[in-house]
């Protein structure tokens, strides 16, 4: 057998037995993980002794996961819940615009901001080069913008957008943003991918701020209550928006995960033989072709077989 086959060969049995001498190792230390999730390999994982869940070719253990404060325990909140609260509903007042935003024709066709009055494209253009660049002209041009836009919305606490090409600036609590383009929406649905299958979700259990206990759902590659809520969440029972999240925990995906593909029955032993007959003819015929194209091109005869009988002259 060639270096390389045995090599092989000594791989394989390695990659699930483990080397030589170390069979006898902790639970799940000798599974076959080959080539993770997406990169189109097979990855074996086997349920495991320890309680922990499988997904797909990714394993999903509960005590990986955050889990905050006791669910079973009486409900009280502290101070620090409650500047938590309070911070979350001042960022959730500084970004919240109840002005209904423009249509994507109303806004090619030139109407202004709904929530200000003032155009979203300026008739004269405006190209932001560095304040230390900016001419005389420019300069009172900008000035004058910055001063009216701190006097109109200087109590609001929130973010300002303008359109690229365009001084005027708008306030984020005031004025919506400008519609995106419908090509755009589509390019940004397409990079976020397809909706999450019901197996790939995990469930959390969740006491918010309020003192109600919700299940809410998140994929299940997060791992902590800030990754998969963002610290926070709407409370389906009062409508408190946002709710801080007191305690919380995770208790298990919303489905089971598929299980692993069947392989595919045997060949019955009839098409088998059959099989064998055909590449052996297969191989004949190739080594009586090869005979014929030796003598075409040497002019000798067919070379006899040792055991074959000779004619008499």
Known sequence: ?????????????????????????????????????????????????DGGCLYGRTMVD???????????????????????QKTA?????????????????????????????LPYRDEEPWDFKGTMYFTEEERARYDAEQARFKKAHGDCRSHRHSVSGSLTMHCGKCCPPPPLPPRQIGEIGRLLGTPKQPHELMRWRLRLYCGHVVEKQAHYTHKTLHSAFTGSTSCPEC???????????????????????????????????????????????????????????????????????????
Request: aromatic fraction near 6%.
């Open 89 to 117: 509903e001042r960022i959730r007042e500084a970004v919240r615009c109840d002005v209904a935003p423009l249509t994507w024709e109303a806004y090619v066709a030139g109407e202004p901001c709904p929530g200000c009055g």
């Open 239 to 313: 409508g408190l928006d946002p709710a801080t999240i007191v305690d919380g925990e995770a208790v298990g995906l919303v489905e089971e995960p598929p299980g692993p593909a069947k392989p595919s029955p045997a060949a019955p032993p009839a098409e088998a033989h059959e099989s064998r007959a055909g590449s052996e003819s297969a191989r004949t015929g190739s080594g009586d072709r090869a005979a014929s194209r030796f003598v075409a091109a040497t002019g000798h005869c067919r070379p006899r077989r040792a055991d074959s009988a000779s004619t008499p002259a």
């Open 62 to 84: 509960l005590t990986e996961y955050e889990r905050r404060g006791d669910l079973d325990a009486p409900f009280e909140l502290t101070k620090k819940h409650e500047r938590a």
């Open 1 to 49: 057998m060639p270096y390389h086959a045995a090599f092989l060969r000594r791989w394989r049995r390695w990659s699930v037995r483990g080397p030589p001498g170390r069979e006898s190792r902790a639970p799940g230390a000798g599974v076959r993980r080959r080539l993770g999730r997406g990169s189109g390999g097979d990855q074996v994982n086997p349920r495991t002794s």
